[in-house]
């Protein structure tokens, strides 16, 4: 059992995700990222799994062959593309990724970020995030406009750096909160 290394690892992640959702506006999610971490439901599984370098769910998931603190977390956390998993009601799937709306997405290409930063240390470079991403996406039931996004600000960050990736989700994709997204001919419309 690491509780004190878990603790300063999930605490890291939390206070550089809510600098992040601060900067670009998503101070209410910033203020609640993750705080499902702290239940003993997530913690002491966190701290029973505890390595480090990745995050103990994967280990939680290769002994015991479910992550029962991952079930928790998700179910609890919008930023997470699984959290939008949902019965289809078109006769083709049996279950679907259901859009995102744009403000958790935004949280959760932060959250990305900070996960990257927060296991590869030294490591870490603005394409890190993005290559994690592309590695899981044919384990992803995340809806295809949603995906898009994600990748979109994804590549942005890794072609244009950290700082123009926050100002423009600040300054375009959450300019009018309310307003929808979607793709069309391989191109992201912000209505």
Known sequence: ?????????????KLLVMQYCFRIGLYKQGLLHDLSKYSPAEFLVGC??????RSPNNAEREDTGVSLAWLHHKGRNKHHFEHWVDYSL???HVIMGARMPRKYVAEMVIDRICASKNYMKEDYNDSSALEYYVNG???MLI????????????T????RGEDYLLRYMKKVLLRHRNRDYHVKNGRLILE
């Not at 029973?48 to 370098?53: C, D, E, V, W």
């Open 156 to 159: 942005m960050l890794a072609k």
């Open 143 to 154: 809806h295809k406009e949603s995906d898009f996004l994600a990748r979109y600000l994804l």
């Open 48 to 53: 029973k799994y505890y390595q480090g370098n």
């Open 90 to 92: 078109d006769k083709e």
């Open 1 to 13: 059992m690491h509780p004190w290394l878990h603790f300063k690892t999930i605490t890291r992640h």
């Open 137 to 139: 996406k044919d384990m």
